[in-house]
């Protein structure tokens, strides 16, 4: 037996050669169960998820919702026509809607907006005419249909076909913005509903193209 740098040793002869590799204690070497997760790496975004309710209320999918700005109302929107309006505020047990509404018969809602002030928000729906409701769900107003059978879409006064989405300006009170099939984005004056600027994409080869889709940043 010997000690040697502080080292007990009976009976064995240590060689340390260069080229041997050392093992670290790693993840693969852990036994037992797996140490508990922090919240923090559970949820990086500190997301609250630890509960939720089931907002149960169409009858098909919805396709569309917004949130207020003070955060005390939603409104949904589905491909069963209608939309509904919930109030966390009032809200019951039962989390029903305190009311819901059709905007065009027989069109699903494709898009909803809340004005920036939260007193009324906009519908858009397969229809050509979008519409204005107030924060009630009463409806205020409804944008002007065009002239199908005029070939210069800037020329006529609304959309002439189908509406595929929209949204309320995120300032500005009077502004909204709406896309169609008919090839045409329109920016309106939602205090008279009448329209401002009409915006026409085009690609290189000509024709009509189907706008789908048009946001604010």
Same mark, same amino acid.
């Given at each position: 037996?010997?000690?040697?740098?502080?080292?007990?040793?009976?009976?064995?002869?240590?060689?340390?050669?260069?080229?041997?590799?050392?093992?670290?204690?790693?993840?693969?070497?852990?036994?037992?169960?797996?140490?508990?997760?922090?919240?923090?790496?559970?949820?990086?975004?500190?997301?609250?998820?630890?509960?939720?309710?089931?907002?149960?209320?169409?009858?098909?999918?919805?396709?569309?919702?917004?949130?207020?700005?003070?955060?005390?109302?939603? =409104? /949904?929107? @589905?491909? &069963?026509? +209608?939309?509904?309006?919930? $109030?966390?505020?009032? *809200?019951?047990?039962?989390?029903?809607?305190?009311?819901?509404?059709?905007?065009?018969?027989?069109?699903?809602?494709?898009?909803?907006?809340?004005?920036?002030?939260?007193?009324?928000?906009?519908?858009?729906?397969?229809?050509?005419?979008?519409?204005?409701?107030?924060?009630?769900?009463?409806?205020?107003?409804?944008?002007?249909?065009?002239?199908?059978?005029?070939?210069?879409?800037?020329?006529?006064?609304?959309?002439?076909?189908?509406?595929?989405?929209?949204?309320?300006?995120?300032?500005?009170?009077?502004?909204? =913005? /709406?896309? @169609?099939? &008919?090839? +045409?984005?329109?920016?309106? $004056?939602?205090?008279? *509903?009448?329209?401002?600027?009409?915006?026409?994409?085009?690609?290189?080869?000509?024709?009509?193209?189907?706008?789908?889709?048009?946001?604010?940043?």
């Amino acid at each position: 037996d010997e000690i040697s740098n502080g080292v007990a040793r009976k009976g064995i002869e240590v060689v340390e050669d260069e080229n041997t590799e050392v093992a670290t204690a790693g993840d693969d070497d852990f036994i037992g169960p797996p140490l508990p997760v922090s919240d923090d790496e559970k949820d990086a975004w500190n997301l609250p998820v630890s509960s939720e309710v089931e907002l149960d209320a169409h009858g098909k999918a919805v396709i569309s919702l917004d949130v207020d700005h003070s955060g005390s109302r939603v =409104i /949904t929107g @589905s491909t &069963d026509y +209608t939309v509904k309006i919930f $109030d966390f505020n009032g *809200m019951k047990s039962d989390f029903k809607s305190f009311r819901t509404i059709e905007p065009s018969e027989g069109h699903p809602v494709l898009s909803l907006s809340w004005s920036p002030t939260g007193d009324a928000f906009l519908v858009v729906t397969g229809s050509a005419q979008p519409k204005i409701f107030n924060r009630d769900g009463h409806e205020e107003g409804e944008f002007v249909r065009g002239d199908m059978y005029i070939r210069d879409m800037k020329n006529t006064k609304g959309h002439v076909t189908s509406c595929t989405g929209g949204q309320w300006h995120p300032s500005e009170k009077g502004c909204a =913005i /709406t896309s @169609s099939a &008919d090839g +045409t984005i329109r920016v309106w $004056d939602t205090w008279n *509903m009448t329209q401002n600027t009409v915006i026409k994409p085009t690609l290189k080869k000509p024709g009509r193209i189907s706008v789908t889709a048009v946001t604010y940043n």
